[in-house]
């Protein structure tokens, strides 16, 4: 897999990475400027020069990585043998700088219920660089011509028809986002005990009233769930005090609420 594959296997997985690019060469050299590496958390893929420099490269992309940083870095080497090195030596006799760019995960949600609803969510997501599911046990709702307009957006849109949703949202990666908006109540049940017993999604949310939320809560915990786990679910979904029921407008709540979780910004009083 060369890098240009590697950065799209990695934004497919929902992982982050650092692109490492030779941007300038002052005589001899292992490789020419605009080679490229990719460096996850676990792999690398392609090289820029292989010895010390690129395992150093390497060592400060994972710190990176591990510290989520975003800004690019730059890093020279002299490929001597008076050089100061960790890996072994390089004597190749050039000067070798290269560019580290890190390359964020891209958030990834899940909506299990395309309805009304779950249609203008995606509609509002497809804006935006993230990974959307669009889960449905029913096919006629997934037709590709009712979704043109989202899958032609800047998110990765997939679509899955699902008769049972539950065996998709157990694939999702781990840290995906879930809503969960059938419109069947007893699937909407399977979806969250599901969600729980998962343990490493992100946010985890469900449609509906305060009573729907409150049975749920009940036959949550008479399936084991404590207190702390069912606390996850947040119920209803969308921003507090938006309170239109137009599909539009939940849409436009849940959406917003999404982009504070991803900014990192918590809620006012919590």
Request: charged residues 20%.
């Amino acid at each position: 897999m060369d890098w240009l594959d590697a950065l799209q296997h990695l934004r497919g997985e929902g992982l982050a990475g650092v692109l490492v690019t030779v941007i300038e060469v002052r005589g001899h050299a292992p490789r020419e400027p605009g080679a490229k590496m990719v460096v996850s958390e676990s792999q690398v893929w392609d090289t820029v020069g292989g010895g010390n420099l690129e395992a150093t490269v390497i060592d400060r992309a994972r710190a990176m990585l591990a510290a989520g940083g975003s800004e690019p870095e730059t890093m020279t080497f002299s490929l001597n043998e008076h050089a100061t090195v960790k890996h072994g030596r390089q004597c190749c006799g050039g000067v070798v700088t290269v560019l580290l760019e890190p390359q964020q995960a891209r958030p990834t949600v899940a909506i299990f219920g395309v309805g009304h609803v779950g249609y203008e969510l995606a509609r509002v997501l497809s804006r935006f660089p993230v990974t959307v599911h669009l889960v449905d046990s029913r096919a006629d709702q997934l037709d590709p011509d009712r979704f043109a307009d989202v899958l032609k957006g800047t998110a990765q849109v997939h679509l899955h028809h699902s008769p049972a949703p539950e065996t998709t949202l157990t694939e999702l990666s781990a840290g995906a986002h879930v809503l969960i908006m059938s419109h069947d109540h007893s699937e909407d049940f399977i979806l969250c005990d599901t969600a729980l017993r998962r343990g490493d999604l992100g946010t985890v949310g469900l449609i509906g009233s305060s009573a729907k939320w409150s049975r749920f809560r009940k036959r949550l915990s008479d399936e084991g769930h404590d207190v702390a786990a069912i606390s996850r679910i947040s119920c209803p979904i969308g921003i507090p005090g938006i309170t239109g029921k137009e599909p539009a407008v939940i849409a436009v709540s849940v959406a917003a609420d999404l982009l504070r979780v991803f900014e990192g910004v918590q809620r006012p009083g919590s």
